[in-house]
């Protein structure tokens, strides 16, 4: 029993010691040199991710973050950005604004993924995506329309500029502040991205303290 104590206690230590231990800039994260605007409330925390429909590490990332997201208090504010690197991705950036705008983005947005990654579904052709969003309650004519909106295509453009300021080279990234970027290479895995946020933004949160 007592090297069972023993054994629990050096554990114990262990943990809080790498839970106290201090994230280091170009280790753990990188540090813009020149803030990005954020685009929340006053007193809110931004948390931004930066993905691609089409890429395997963001369709992983997607459990380990939605989980961490929900757990989050009112003073973060967590919002998705469609990195946008030409082709496919600009495609993929033009489905996800225009789903927004017709307000069907919350229900659409796993379903995309996972059309992609287990169905093995493109997604990039106007008619595929009309047809796919005509399965939440838009008809076809409606998504084609919201597609080619220029609405639309100015917010894949401002996503564009966005991830230019943001020195973004590839995904998936979290920029939290507007300041601190977390890969999976600087986090150590997915699993980490959201644990090196959640010490970030409760840097930013004590900044403001």
């Given at each position: 029993m007592f090297k069972t104590l023993m054994i629990a206690i050096a554990g114990l230590s262990l943990s809080t010691l790498a839970g106290a231990t201090e994230l280091v800039e170009g280790e753990h994260y990188t540090l813009l040199k020149e803030p990005v605007e954020t685009q929340v409330e006053d007193g809110k925390i931004e948390v931004t991710e930066a993905f691609w429909y089409g890429c395997p590490h963001?369709?992983?990332?997607?459990?380990?973050?939605?989980?961490?997201?929900?757990?989050?208090?009112?003073?973060?504010?967590?919002?998705?950005?469609?990195?946008t690197m030409g082709g496919d991705w600009n495609k993929h950036a033009g489905a996800f604004y225009a789903a927004k705008e017709l307000g069907i983005l919350?229900?659409?947005h796993a379903d995309f993924f996972h059309a992609i990654h287990e169905e093995g579904r493109s997604l990039t052709q106007e008619d595929e995506l009309a047809e796919f969003f005509s399965n939440y309650g838009v008809s076809e004519e409606q998504a084609q329309e919201a597609l080619g909106a220029f609405n639309v295509r100015s917010q894949v453009n401002q996503a564009n500029s966005r991830m230019r300021d943001m020195r973004l080279m590839g995904v998936p990234a979290l920029i939290v502040d507007g300041r601190y970027v977390v890969t999976p290479s600087s986090a150590g895995s997915l699993d980490n991205m959201p644990r090196i946020a959640e010490t970030l933004v409760e840097r930013v949160r004590s900044e403001r303290e």
């Open positions: 963001c369709y992983n990332l997607e459990e380990p973050l939605n989980a961490w997201v929900a757990e989050q208090p009112d003073d973060v504010a967590f919002q998705r950005l469609p990195a919350d229900e659409l």
